[in-house]
């Protein structure tokens, strides 16, 4: 086990925390998916920074983290004293590493098969949670969200926040794939991804700024919303070509990769507003 690395004052459990010091949590803890760790970490750290900026822990510290994976964002928060409860497909936390990992650090695990009928967090009581931690999944979702929304709403205590990362639909490097594919070629997921991969989802659909405002507008005018345009990348781009696109994206936010929208709920007054229809 890593030595111990208290959190700064004020400042959360990120600074002086290295990829390395937090991979050492996870090796001893018999491994991880260090490949998909080391392709996120940028992304798992600035998603804490970015929410230890604007939330104080007076505001409560229960955490769930929908679709928590290796518990990668989950350890972050419960080395930083949060109660956490980590949600993702049963048969991916009851990987060894991911229970081991667990129970060395007070993570609760909740196995949730199905968002499109939430039935897994029904035993759970009206704003059980503080915080709720949606990272990378709007796009993989392929149903109609209004249960699952619901549900999420009815668990968020009044004073809560949602906090979701998604990709930037109208990112430089997305812009540049998609002319790379040229005309003819269609559009959307190229035909071999979806053949040739095994996934729960792949990323069927992308947002833009905008458009991720108004999803959570008509979800329920409860919400307050923000909306950040990020670039949380680390590694130097390939080329000289990709070089000039993340160059670009640096200095126009509309062309950065990631978005992060934090969703506050200061009361619960009219719910999950909008109805389906078919």
Known sequence: MPAAHPPVPGRGILPGMTLAHYLGYFTASGGTDDGYLRAHWARFRNTKARFDAGWDKAGGTRVLDVGAHWLHQSLLFALDGYQVTASDFSAQLRQPGVLRLAAAHGIELLGNDDLEHPVAFSHLPDGAFDVILFGEILEHITFNPIPMWREFHRLLAEGGRIVVTTP???????????????????????????????????????????????????????????????????????????????????????????????????????????????
């Open 168 to 278: 930037n639909y109208y990112a430089a490097g997305a812009i540049a794939r998609r002319l790379r594919r040229g005309i003819g070629q269609g559009g959307g997921i190229p035909v071999d991804e979806i053949l040739a991969f095994c996934t729960h989802g792949h990323h069927w659909k992308e947002y833009s700024r905008g458009e991720l405002v108004r999803y959570f507008e008509l979800l329920s005018p409860d919400f307050r919303i923000d909306v950040a345009m990020v670039d949380d990348r680390d590694e130097p781009a390939p080329s000289w070509r990709w070089r000039m696109v993340h160059a670009m994206a640096r200095a126009i936010p509309s062309l950065r990769p990631r978005l992060h929208a934090e969703i506050d709920l200061p009361e619960k007054k009219r719910g999950i507003a909008i109805q389906p229809h078919w």
